[in-house]
């Protein structure tokens, strides 16, 4: 089992401050090797899967009889898809206020332990929310994440040496994605089994479960339908008319698959762009090996990999990162702005080929706070520091680039 960088933080932050933990995320992402990690670890310990049906017996009769002994350390006790049960939260806050002698409690899910988290929550000041991502360039060989001020230095310094796998890790994880099963196998033939089931698993199961939605070959056709739009401006009127539904119904649908954590969006960033755009954001997929187009495809990666940074950093307490994307009305474009505490911190740039600066940073850099810029390339061996004044812009080979990151 890989070692995951949440882990450490978990331990630190949670465990340690006597916080329950909620780790959310795609499904088939980690969060069971992850919850068996953390396990092993632990002198005492328990596993409750909701699908066992002597977990559910015991969580309806007597959920306290779900916790293992005390010992000379606090036990942990890892509850998995338990939000599956009917008035889960207010269940497990009379566990916890009841407790004779500490325990940890990790608790695991995708869409609904998500989804519950909005509106009244009676669990409020008693866990931290975090979200598991698949595994990018990273933690595919370490487990340590970077810091946003080191991570900023460290990139823009070219401080730290890069394993000479680093391309090929890129390569692997460009065509695989970042799901552990496809990326570690990459096996052509299974990664497209693993696929079809998670798809399958997630519309005729998990929104099934979620919604009570009967027209679940429709939703398979919308799903069909996103790896085309992926980086572009995303319209759900074009969706309403390729599905010929409503516009509400299509918009619902897509919020859907976005709290299935199959789907997400970025907004465009507007202050202080001059001729910005307002509404139209764009997509991404959580498995980026679904979309064909080759330029897509690098794209959505990149992406996963600043979003994974923006959660990694925002749940860990190092400030509110989020990720938005600038464009104006002539339609010229920065693809990515990673924001932090709601002020422009590091704008991204996506080139596929190209090595030279795109034409767009002389419109948009100006206008932004930031004293630096990144702009990527899938080309190999690329790394390139230009000065205008006090801004640096830095053009280099995402294979490298991306391995500073969370």
């Not at 009305?329 to 080139?351: A, Y």
Request: glycine content about 4%.
């Amino acid at each position: 089992m890989k070692d995951r960088e949440l882990r450490a933080v978990l331990e630190k932050l949670c465990f340690a401050g006597q916080k329950m933990a909620f780790v959310s995320g795609p499904r088939q992402c980690g969060k069971t090797t992850l919850a068996r990690m953390l396990l092993k670890r632990r002198a005492q310990g328990r596993y409750c899967d909701w699908d066992d049906v002597e977990v559910r017996r015991a969580w309806a009769k007597q959920p306290r009889s779900l916790i293992p002994e005390s010992g000379r350390s606090a036990p942990l006790v890892v509850l998995d898809e338990i939000h599956k049960a009917a008035a889960w939260k207010r269940t497990l806050k009379g566990v916890w206020d009841t407790l004779d002698a500490p325990v940890d409690f990790l608790i695991t899910g995708s869409a609904r332990l998500n989804v519950y988290r909005k509106g009244g929550d009676s669990l409020t000041g008693r866990y931290y929310h975090f979200r598991l991502h698949p595994f990018t360039l990273r933690e595919m060989r370490q487990a340590d994440a970077p810091r946003p001020d080191d991570a900023l230095a460290t990139l823009f310094t070219r401080a730290r040496r890069c394993p000479r796998s680093g391309h090929d890790d890129f390569l692997a994880l460009l065509r695989f994605s970042g799901f552990p099963e496809p990326l570690f196998a990459q096996d052509e033939r299974r990664a497209r089994l693993w696929r079809r089931n998670r798809v399958e698993t997630v519309i005729r199961e998990d929104l099934r479960d979620l919604s009570r939605i009967p027209e679940l070959s429709r939703i398979e056709m919308l799903a069909a339908l996103l790896p085309e739009k992926v980086g572009s401006l995303f319209s759900v009127a074009s969706l309403r008319d390729d599905l010929e539904v409503s516009f509400d119904t299509a918009k619902r649908w897509v919020g859907l698959l976005r709290d299935l954590y199959y789907l997400y969006e970025i907004k465009p960033w507007q202050s202080k762009i001059a001729r910005s755009i307002r509404k139209e954001g764009k997509v991404y997929l959580w498995d980026h090996a679904e979309v064909v187009n080759e330029a897509a495809r690098f794209e959505n990666l990149v992406a996963n990999h600043l979003r994974k940074a923006c959660d990694f950093w925002t749940d860990s307490g190092e400030g509110q990162f989020e990720l938005y994307f600038i464009r104006n009305k002539e339609k010229q474009e920065i693809d990515f702005l990673v924001t932090r505490d709601r002020k422009p911190w590091l704008p991204v740039e996506i080139k596929l080929r190209d090595t030279e600066p795109s034409t767009n940073w002389k419109r948009f850099l100006p206008h932004l706070p930031c004293r630096q810029a990144l702009q990527l390339t899938s080309e190999r061996g690329c790394w390139r520091i230009h000065r205008a004044g006090d801004r640096e812009l830095l053009v280099a080979s995402a294979a490298e680039a991306l391995q500073y990151l969370p």
